[in-house]
């Protein structure tokens, strides 16, 4: 099966600063990557995705980038704000498949 | 708005006591999905259902259960709790049971004493 590795598992940054989490998955079938945010005592959040078609999204502040021969994708929050503070969750998937597999997450934390 | 929903928020069980939780959805998606999160871990799939057709993973304990009574609702009964059973339990949907586009509901944080 899938397996998805996270790294870092923490990440402190001062505000206004960037934050990049990666992660590494093992399936070559996987072509679903989605980002999630969960905030305390809350469900996860999905704040991006990309397939596999496409190298790289944006979103505003957020970018997510994709390579697939070394199968890895990123994560890339810009101009941090203590309201990013979370743990953020990448994960993997094929699509049409229906087991989101989860990365072990990164607890950021946005510094005022 | 369309959302998934879980209730309660917080659910207090005694050791060995069955208890449920309930999850509703209002965006008519064929898949519902339960997911058991533990204290700084990931998301872990309990089982699934596409439409009527139930499918459990593998390594969920027997102690877990599911019944999906129509599109909108999804319930997991935990039939003996164990103290290994605290957790925040997460529902989640998607159409078609694409990867894509799921949806998590807020969870229930499971405490057993």
């Known amino acids: 099966g899938e397996n998805v590795e996270q790294h870092p598992s923490t990440l402190s940054v001062q505000e206004g600063d960037s934050a990049v989490i990666k992660c590494t998955y093992s399936d070559s079938a996987s072509n679903y990557f989605p980002w999630y945010k969960q905030e305390l005592g809350k469900g996860p959040q999905l704040i991006i995705d990309i397939r596999s078609n496409v190298g790289e999204k944006k979103d505003q502040r957020i970018a997510v980038t994709l390579n697939k021969t070394a199968k890895h994708f990123s994560l890339h929050i810009t101009e941090t704000q203590p309201e990013d503070s979370a743990v953020y969750f990448c994960a993997a998937a094929e699509g049409g498949a229906n087991n989101l597999f989860f990365g072990t997450g990164t607890r950021l934390t946005v510094i005022p | 708005d369309a959302m998934v929903i879980q209730n309660p928020r917080y659910q207090v069980t005694q050791f060995g006591k069955p208890v449920t939780l309930s999850c509703s959805q209002t965006?008519?998606?064929?898949?519902m999905y339960w997911y058991q999160q533990k204290s700084s871990q990931a998301p872990k799939l309990l089982f699934h259902?596409?439409?009527?057709?139930?499918?459990n993973e593998a390594d969920t304990p027997d102690n877990f259960q599911s019944r999906r009574p129509n599109t909108s609702f999804c319930f997991l009964d935990i039939r003996s709790p164990g103290l290994g059973d605290a957790a925040m339990y997460l529902c989640?949907?998607?159409?078609?049971?694409?990867?894509?586009?799921?949806?998590f509901g807020s969870g229930t944080r499971l405490t057993v004493v």
């Open positions: 965006l008519n998606h064929n898949v």
């Open positions: 989640a949907t998607s159409r078609d049971g694409q990867g894509f586009g799921y949806t």
């Open positions: 259902y596409y439409d009527k057709d139930f499918n």
